[in-house]
Structures are given as structure tokens and as C-alpha cells.
């Protein structure tokens, strides 16, 4: 039997969960899932442009695990782009180190340490908030989860 998964770290959550090719309806798209920890291994290592190393350090994982991550997380972007496939975001053993807000009214977005408890918009005042790590499920899991300390508790 093999040991559960560890939790990974993911900087924040995506600010767009699905993708698709323009000009053909979803239904007659397949679709391809790329799970947290692959997007987050993709956003550190050719976004970041940070080593295997620093980046496998930063989501709290080993070097050889976050290769593997990456693999498939490029692996899932060709498929995406060569075949023209939906490209949905989800899932994953992960928790948020930070949040991003984005409210309905203005459009404004911003960035919050996920702990930090918002109800209005700092830019128009409205509460008509959208929170992307509860659209992910997450919140307080990731509270306790960044308090209880270790090395990538409470970085960036």
C-alpha cells in the first residue's frame, strides 16, 4: 500500500482555472485536468525560472517529486496546445501560502497572505468579494496548515 501524498505548498491559487481554444463550443473539446501542484510546479520553475532545486524547496516537496510534477504539468500544456483540448485546473494535495481576492463590482484583484480576513474591497469598497482558494476549497485548512510551522510556513 502506498504512504498518502504530502500536502504541497502553492504560492496562490491561479487566477484562471480553465482554458480553451477559441472558436469551438466545450462540449466538443476533450479535456485535460492539471492538478495544483503541476500548475504551481510550472508557474515556479518556467515562470519563476527558479532551479528544480529552489523550486522543489518552495512548494515543500523532494527534487525528484517536483520533477515528476513538472513532467506532467509540460506534458499537459503541449497536449493542450497541440490538440486544442480544454485545460481545467484542479485538485491536488495542496495548500495556499497566499489568497487572491477579486471583487465582482470593480474587477479589481489583489493579493493577501491567505490568513488575512477581507470583506471589503480596497479600491471601490464593495463586499461583493470573490475568494479564488475557496473556489478551490481551500481556507482555513491552509490557515493551520501554514502555523504550524516548518520551512515553508510562512515565506514570500
Excluded: W
Amino acid at each position: 500500500m502506498p504512504r498518502p501524498q504530502k500536502d504541497r505548498i502553492v504560492h496562490r491559487p491561479p487566477l484562471f482555472a480553465e482554458f480553451k481554444p477559441i472558436g469551438t463550443g466545450r462540449g466538443f473539446l476533450e479535456q485535460i485536468t492539471m492538478t495544483l501542484d503541476e500548475y504551481e510546479a510550472l508557474r515556479l520553475a518556467d515562470y519563476e525560472a527558479l532551479s528544480q532545486e529552489e523550486a522543489a524547496d518552495d512548494m515543500g516537496v523532494s527534487r525528484p517529486t517536483f520533477t515528476r510534477l513538472i513532467e506532467k504539468a509540460r506534458f499537459k500544456m503541449a497536449d493542450f496546445l497541440i490538440n486544442g483540448k480544454v485545460l481545467a485546473i484542479e485538485g491536488g494535495n495542496v495548500h495556499f501560502r497566499n489568497n487572491i481576492i477579486h471583487c465582482q463590482n470593480c474587477g479589481h484583484k489583489f493579493n493577501i497572505n491567505i490568513s488575512t480576513e477581507i470583506n471589503t474591497c480596497p479600491q471601490c469598497g464593495s463586499t461583493n468579494l470573490i475568494n479564488l482558494a475557496g473556489g478551490f476549497g481551500h481556507g482555513r485548512c491552509c490557515i493551520n496548515s501554514n502555523q504550524k510551522g516548518g520551512r515553508n510556513a510562512q515565506r514570500r
